[in-house]
């Protein structure tokens, strides 16, 4: 026999097939925020063709201060609650930092001063919940419903329930010329411009610095919670505590440090509202509020409040969902009485999905 009759024959490697569109489908859709990023588009696309008032640069920016500060708050949130924790006082915190703020300036600080004092004080607060929750051992929900009320009550002693100006919001109006183009012609009429502080401009006066800090938070929080090891230990204490101490994760330390940095971010929320209010008000139902929408947000977004699993981009986009929802319902002329019931019934369905994403994404649904 020959050489060549001898020689084995070649088979043809088979390449390894790209998956189709409808598997690429199915797997962004199964990413723990996949469902929360279409259902959103989805909104802002049938609000965009029933009003044409709603895909607007105007209603942009008046869509921003329902979504930017409820990114910030529920992206921290998020944090905790991926590690197993809730954190029901921000709401108070955000009220609490800038009267905090206010009572620095009082007492002769520079702006800057009075806004680091204040994110001193929010984080004693989540030093305060964390050791309770940690070393004393008091569940986190009985713990920061506890803080909710305490914070909530002191502020209203500082302020003795009265609102405040906010310093560094002052707002100064000059005249100056404005050239407009009228039927074809360039003319210049004077007209009143207000200005505002350049410390009030990046602190939340500015019209999109609240949205450039929300997307700066969440995106460093992304990339901690998915590059770093605070993040890799925050996922392994919310999956399972006991598990994670007994691999060497500071279990104790990795929650504190996540209730100060919810807490500390409240904080800065609190100042960035009201700085961009120019005042604040001591209104604590107003504080609740705010802090079940920020919960709501990290939930629809797909965090799991019995912890492990969750995403800050999620956070982020169920405040927007939240926010698109509720600005297009109003321009929609949909009373405020139907508005909270429709976002209830929209936070379910929302965790239907998740629930059931979770499952087909551990293989045991039907997808």
């Not at 990023?37 to 009003?51: E, P």
């Not at 809730?86 to 520079?110: A, C, K, N, R, T």
């Not at 009550?153 to 500082?158: A, E, M, S, V, Y």
Request: net charge neutral.
């Amino acid at each position: 026999m020959s050489a060549l009759q001898s020689a084995p024959t070649e088979q043809p490697t088979a390449r390894a097939s790209r998956p189709g569109a409808g598997e690429l489908a199915k797997r962004f859709l199964t990413l723990r925020e996949g469902s929360i990023v279409v259902v959103t588009l989805i909104a802002i696309v049938y609000f965009s063709v029933k009003n044409d008032r709603f895909f607007t640069h105007d209603n942009f920016v008046t869509l921003l201060p329902y979504f930017a500060p409820f990114a910030i708050l529920a992206a921290g949130e998020a944090m905790l609650m991926i590690a197993g924790e809730i954190d029901l006082s921000i709401g108070s915190v955000y009220l609490f930092s800038p009267f905090m703020f206010y009572e620095f300036h009082q007492w002769g600080f520079g702006l800057v001063l009075c806004l680091i004092g204040a994110l001193i004080c929010s984080a004693i607060v989540g030093v305060i919940n964390g050791v309770l929750t940690e070393v004393v051992g008091v569940s986190s929900f009985i713990t920061t419903l506890g803080t909710l009320l305490g914070v909530g009550g002191l502020t209203l002693i500082i302020s003795n329930a009265a609102p405040v100006a906010m310093p560094g919001a002052d707002v100064t109006t000059t005249t100056e010329n404005v050239t407009k183009v009228v039927n074809g012609q360039t003319i210049t009429l004077p007209e009143q411009v207000n200005h505002v502080g350049t410390f009030a401009k990046i602190f939340g006066a500015g019209v999109y610095s609240e949205l450039i800090w929300a997307l700066l938070i969440v995106l460093l929080l992304q990339v901690v919670l998915r590059l770093t090891r605070w993040g890799l230990h925050t996922i392994a204490a919310g999956g399972n505590k006991h598990g994670a101490s007994e691999a060497g994760i500071k279990v104790r330390v990795v929650v504190i440090r996540n209730f100060i940095l919810c807490s500390t971010l409240a904080g800065l929320v609190g100042v960035f509202e009201a700085t961009r209010a120019s005042s604040v008000q001591p209104d604590t139902a107003g504080a609740s509020e705010t802090m079940f929408r920020a919960v709501s947000a990290a939930v629809i977004g797909g965090t799991l409040l019995t912890g492990g699993e969750g995403t800050a981009i999620g956070a982020l986009f169920g405040a927007l969902f939240l926010g698109v929802l509720r600005d297009g319902l109003t321009i929609q002329g949909v009373s405020a009485d139907y508005l909270d019931f429709i976002l209830g019934i929209a936070i379910l369905v929302a965790m239907v999905i998740n629930v059931y994403i979770g499952r087909v994404r551990k293989g045991q649904g039907l997808g």
